[in-house]
């Protein structure tokens, strides 16, 4: 890191700033001051062994930047630069910017890693936004006195091909080769307009389309290198795909890059008709506080901005993951925004001229850049003003402590979205949402299972989506296909209406039919049960049909929360839930999170893999305050219903035995205490760890039920993230080897007496009843949605039947046969 030193007559001035700025960056940047001379009687002065001195304490090969006030301080910074090796001086900066601001700006771009050229640039342009607000006039630009930048300029006229110009990914993909030259000072030109290319905000509110051409101008040591990898990312197109949609006007539909239709993962049946509503969070409401303390403001900033660029890192791996680098290129350009030495400067500014709050300097300098954004003359570059706004709210969320504001739609609406985690969907209105479109994902992935829980047609893995669908368009929607049409003609809008009639008319059938038991041709019932997520579940899946309920996922009372949740808390809800079940059975999983499922009051280490690292129960157990906390409410609330409980992710015996302790304390202080919960509540464990299948002999021997939750065992055994993709083939739960796991399970739990079911999503495919009857499962849970159909498969079979079909599919040697096997099994 950049070291910087503050050059001062006076020592009390230096040691003064050197306190503003510590508090500033938090004490990450290396400083040092030399103020004064040692005179008690005449203290105002230089002293060159002094600042000597200094620069050494933070010499280091990134640089040394040195600010001076005026005078003697020059002369003896230039003395001190004598007395170091040759090696020392070429790599130490003295700088004409201006003591305390630039000082303060200097420590800014140090502290984000910037280069000692960037240090440089940063301070001497800090007293631009003061020029500004007392001239009303912004201020020449500076040029940089570092040797690296000086020398001619050199010129690289481009005219841009890619289809949708400068946007954001390529203006990222711009920027970031921009700033592997720190040597080098590199500007883009479009017409009477140039912006700084190390910026992200100057760079893509040019608005460069496509056809457009620019001038860059580098100069400095490796200007002609800059220039050249310039060049090779413009011939590929600033990497864009060369199908990359063209830009079209807001309420009109794209055109699609192959043919009339969009084709993406069937992730929750069913047909729909609407406009497109992007998500994106909105902005909270921020409160502005006035007579705040600048510094410590922008510490509490700094804080918010370093938190929201590790969410941004760990989006941008996962979206690598399942998209590929080119979309992860989006949350690189969120991250760049971040970094922009011009917005943060403006931020700071305000914070010192107007103390502020962080969160009112934030917004301000937020929203003005997003109406920059939506100035600009070009349809596709307006809507990139919601990514500033995302970006912005990432950091607001942050500093606020809580949730994003409600995502109201004004009409029902098509959502489409990048992706909708927990979180997002959590805000969504089910009454105002026909249908859901995601750019990631898989069958399983978290939009997915919401849509199929609350009956909402979803298409997910769709790529390009968000810029294929723009807001306003009218869209069509199959779920069941996976299918998606950005601009239906009236012919196909009345072939989908139509559609969605019959589809809502035969939802309502099955609804009436799903009340009925799960009974086979020949007498054999299965137990059908619903996944909730909460007390507004339950009405839902009783309205389906449910037997009780197969899987509460807790998890639900712990996200989006700054402070875990109290024993009442917890409580509340439970006994809520087992009131509204009555006697029907609810199988609870305790605290589930961990991998996909982060909360910020768990301070968990950052993970290679979080899938394999500290999660469910391993989580529980290193955290055993929150898990006796979770534990005391779920019994206390068993008293008023019929629960069981169930621990996730059990991997060994060990790990059941221990959290059997647990729960064995538990009960003994609420004995002790007179406080009533079932005794006799069952006890199980959910099986989807391969480990847990190769000892399930060992594990039903101690426990009193098996429930298989496939989505997570599936990627397990598969070694494909669930939801990822473009490894969708692979993470299908009709894979021959899940298929084997599933009887291994199902025959070592019978073996042992205990009863076996299932609650993971292959629980709901009617195409996989036949085979999970023939396996043996005694109890099937699913989102409330699909218990009719799943039901009425099961009525078509007879046990009998299923059996032989069973022992067909475990001997057969690919999904692909699998598949085409079920599809042609008769009923009977």
């Not at 496509?210 to 490796?222: E, H, K, L, N, P």
């Not at 998500?279 to 909270?284: E, K, Q, V």
């Not at 990514?387 to 109201?408: K, W």
């Amino acid at each position: 890191m950049v070291g910087i030193v503050l050059v001062s007559h006076s020592a009390t001035l230096a040691s003064g700033l050197e306190e503003l700025i510590n508090q500033m960056v938090q004490g990450k940047v290396p400083l040092a001051s030399a103020g004064g001379i040692d005179d008690p009687e005449n203290p105002i002065g230089t002293d060159a062994f002094k600042v000597q001195a200094a620069i050494e304490s933070v010499y280091s090969d990134d640089g040394v930047v040195v600010l001076m006030d005026l005078g003697s301080a020059l002369l003896s910074a230039e003395m001190a630069l004598e007395f170091l090796s040759p090696e020392q001086q070429e790599k130490v900066y003295l700088c004409p910017a201006p003591l305390v601001e630039g000082g303060l700006a200097a420590a800014v771009q140090a502290s984000v890693g910037g280069s000692a050229e960037q240090v440089m640039a940063e301070a001497q342009g800090a007293l631009a936004a003061k020029i500004e607000q007392i001239s009303g006039a912004p201020p020449e630009p500076t040029a940089a006195v570092s040797p690296e930048l000086a020398g001619e300029a050199i010129e690289l006229i481009l005219t841009v091909e890619n289809p949708l110009g400068l946007h954001a990914r390529p203006a990222a993909r711009f920027v970031s080769t921009a700033n592997r030259y720190s040597s080098t000072d590199i500007r883009v030109v479009k017409g009477d307009r140039s912006a700084n290319a190390k910026s992200i905000n100057q760079v893509a509110t040019l608005g460069v389309r496509q056809g457009d051409t620019i001038t860059v101008r580098a100069s400095g040591q490796a200007a002609e290198e800059a220039l050249a990898a310039i060049e090779a990312l413009a011939d590929d197109n600033f990497g864009d795909a060369e199908q990359a949609p063209a830009p079209v006007a807001s309420g009109q539909a794209a055109p699609t890059p192959t043919g009339k239709q969009l084709s993406g993962i069937p992730a929750s049946p069913g047909i729909a008709v609407g406009p497109v509503m992007q998500f994106r969070a909105h902005l909270p409401q921020v409160d502005t506080l006035t007579g705040c303390n600048p510094a410590a403001e922008w510490k509490r900033l700094q804080a918010a901005i370093g938190a929201a660029g590790d969410e941004l890192q760990t989006v941008i791996a996962r979206m690598t993951r399942q998209a590929g680098a080119d979309e992860a290129a989006i949350f690189e350009a969120h991250a760049l925004f971040l970094q922009d030495p011009d917005l943060l400067e403006s931020v700071k500014q305000r914070l010192d001229a107007q103390q502020v709050n962080a969160e009112a300097a934030w917004l301000q300098v937020i929203e003005e850049t997003a109406d920059r954004f939506r100035a600009i003359d070009d349809a596709y570059m307006r809507t990139r003003a919601a990514d500033v706004l995302d970006v912005g709210r990432r950091v607001l969320d942050r500093l606020a402590g809580g949730p994003s504001t409600a995502f109201e739609l004004s009409e029902p609406s098509i959502v489409v979205a990048v992706d909708l985690n927990p979180s997002d969907t959590a805000l969504l209105d089910p009454a105002q949402v026909l249908g859901i479109c995601t750019e990631l994902g898989g069958a399983t992935s978290h939009s997915a299972i919401l849509a199929r829980a609350l009956g909402i047609p979803a298409v997910v893995g769709v790529d390009g989506a968000t810029a294929a669908l723009p807001e306003g368009a009218l869209i069509g929607l199959d779920g069941g296909q996976g299918l998606i049409w950005p601009q239906p003609d009236e012919a196909e809008i009345r072939e989908l209406s139509g559609r969605r009639e019959a589809w809502l008319s035969e939802q309502q059938r099955q609804k009436e039919s799903g009340r009925e038991p799960a009974v086979t041709i020949d007498r054999l019932r299965v137990e059908i049960g619903a996944n909730i997520g909460g007390p507004n579940d339950v009405p839902v899946a009783l309205e389906y049909g449910a037997e009780g309920v197969g899987l509460l996922r807790t998890e639900f009372l712990f996200l989006q929360r700054e402070t875990p949740p109290t024993e009442d808390d917890q409580y509340e809800v439970y006994h809520t839930i087992a009131e509204l079940m009555g006697d029907r059975p609810v199988i609870v999983r305790t605290l589930d999170i961990g991998g996909d499922k982060p909360v910020p009051f768990v301070d968990l280490d950052p993970e290679d893999n979080p899938f394999l690292g500290l999660r469910g129960i391993r989580l529980c157990l290193a955290y055993p305050d929150l898990f006796r906390t979770q534990l005391r409410a779920i019994l206390r609330a068993s008293a008023a219903g019929n629960f069981k409980l169930m621990f996730p992710m059990v991997g060994s015996v060990q790990e059941f035995r221990a959290a059997r302790a647990v729960l064995d304390e538990v009960r003994q202080e609420l004995s002790e205490a007179g406080v009533p919960f079932d005794k006799s509540m069952e006890i199980g464990v959910m099986v989807e760890v391969p480990s847990a299948v190769v000892a399930a002999d060992q594990l039903a021997a101690e426990v009193d039920f098996f429930s298989i939750g496939t989505n997570d065992l599936t990627q397990y055994v598969m070694a494909a993230d669930r939801g990822n993709a473009r490894v969708a083939d692979l993470a299908n739960a009709l894979q021959p080897a899940v298929l084997r796991m599933i009887s291994q399970t199902v025959e070592q739990a019978h073996d042992a007496g205990i009863w076996v079911g299932m609650c993971g999503e292959l629980a709901g495919n009617p195409l996989a009843i036949p085979a999970l009857v023939g396996l043996g499962l005694d109890e099937l849970s699913m989102s409330a949605p699909q218990i009719p159909a799943v039901k009425e498969a099961i009525r078509a079979l007879s046990h009998s039947r299923t059996e032989a079909i069973a022992c067909h599919v475990l001997e057969l040697d690919s999904v692909e046969a699998v598949v085409a096997y079920l599809s042609q099994v008769k009923t009977g």
